[in-house]
């Protein structure tokens, strides 16, 4: 165990076995304080990549760039162990790397709306169907890997 990193600097019980279990009758506590920082780490990687690269970059799919770096941020944080230095109680840093692999990656990945593809017909139209595909896959595997960290 971390030096410093007791249940009274903390809002989790580090005395379990498991290290992100809440301290007992805590456990709605630090499900809206994990909640609450997933969200503002999304709303400040959200806004950075809108301003940093243009609105055009994100286009339409703002909200399920927001909702994707949420859950990502969201999940990386209940499950990789506490790292850095507390804040409040609150390690932070598992929340914002997470999220900024997040980001790069849909920056890596996502092309700027009325960007011209490199294929027309049903074969660009494929390639655009398996990302989707593939992005709302990804945001119900968090989802779910976030409902199995409080369980």
């Known amino acids: 165990m971390r030096p410093g990193y007791t249940s009274t600097t903390s809002l989790r019980d580090t005395g ?3 290290w992100w279990k809440a301290a007992p009758g805590r456990e709605v506590q630090v ?11 999304a709303l400040l990687l959200t806004a950075i990549f809108a301003a ?7 286009g339409s799919n703002w909200l399920i760039f927001f909702g994707l770096v949420t859950l990502a941020a969201w999940a990386g944080g209940v ?8 804040v409040l109680g609150i390690y932070w840093v598992p929340f914002l790397f997470v999220g900024l692999v997040a980001t790069v990656l849909w920056a890596v990945t996502n092309r700027p ?3 011209e593809r490199e294929g027309n017909g049903p074969e660009a139209e ?3 169907l398996t990302f989707s595909l593939f992005v709302w896959i990804l ?3 968090l989802a779910l890997a976030i409902l199995l960290a409080y369980t």
């Not at 940093?52 to 994100?58: A, D, E, I, Q, V």
């Not at 990789?80 to 507390?86: A, N």
Request: a neutral charge; charged letters at 15%; aromatic letters at 6%.
């Open 16 to 18: 379990r076995s498991s």
């Open 31 to 41: 499900f809206l304080v994990d909640l609450m920082l997933a969200l503002a780490v």
């Open 52 to 58: 940093g690269l243009g609105s055009r970059r994100l």
């Open 79 to 86: 499950w990789i162990p506490p790292v850095g230095p507390p």
């Open 113 to 115: 709306e009325g960007a």
């Open 126 to 128: 494929e390639v655009g």
């Open 139 to 141: 945001m119900i595997g």
